[in-house]
């Protein structure tokens, strides 16, 4: 069996939602709780499998501690690490051994990709994000909107204890957060 036939039985097998484009190119969903969803890709190669997730878009401020916390958390990473694009997007790549496409192999790597991804991106949010932060709390709270899925971000907020929505209302995300990837 060659990589792209093991890649799609792994994945089946696991019950994941993905796309297939292309031979050998697979989007995979993996869905998280502080972001939405983490879209994985896995492409199997001539020599090795390409994994890439993109993780949130360029800061808005603080680029340098942003970027060297990024850094400082590659060192105990495994199989993938944080990465930037040409305009300073921030991505999880990695690269494995064709060797790797296996059953527990394909779950241990994905389960690290979602778990890096996701429990790392409200610190990233509040380290390049803040300001947008405040101000969707502030337009929010100003309008009578929802602000329960900014409730996350609390310690960066003047006055957000006891303000705006109740636990109970809708916790959609906010475009301006960048939740929608």
Known sequence: ?????????????????????????????LPGKHKLATMTWLIAGDHSLHVEAFFCR?????????YRWL??????????GFTLDPVGDVYLVGRLPLSAV????IDRILGCVLTYSDDNFDRAL???FAESIRREW??????????????????ILPD????????GDR??????????S
């Open 138 to 155: 502030d337009w929010r709270v100003k309008r009578g909107e929802s602000v329960a899925n900014l409730r996350p971000f609390a310690r």
């Open 102 to 105: 296996t059953p527990e192999e």
């Open 71 to 80: 850094l400082r958390k590659n060192g105990g990473m495994y199989g993938v």
């Open 1 to 29: 069996m060659n990589a792209d036939e093991a890649l799609k039985a792994i994945l089946d097998e696991q019950g994941l939602e993905y796309e297939r484009p292309r031979p050998g190119a697979y989007l995979v969903k």
């Open 126 to 128: 509040e380290l390049g």
């Open 58 to 66: 360029q800061p808005d401020e603080n680029h340098e501690e942003f």
């Open 160 to 167: 957000a204890a006891g303000e705006g929505a109740d636990a």
């Open 171 to 180: 916790v959609g995300p906010g475009p301006a957060l960048g939740r929608d």
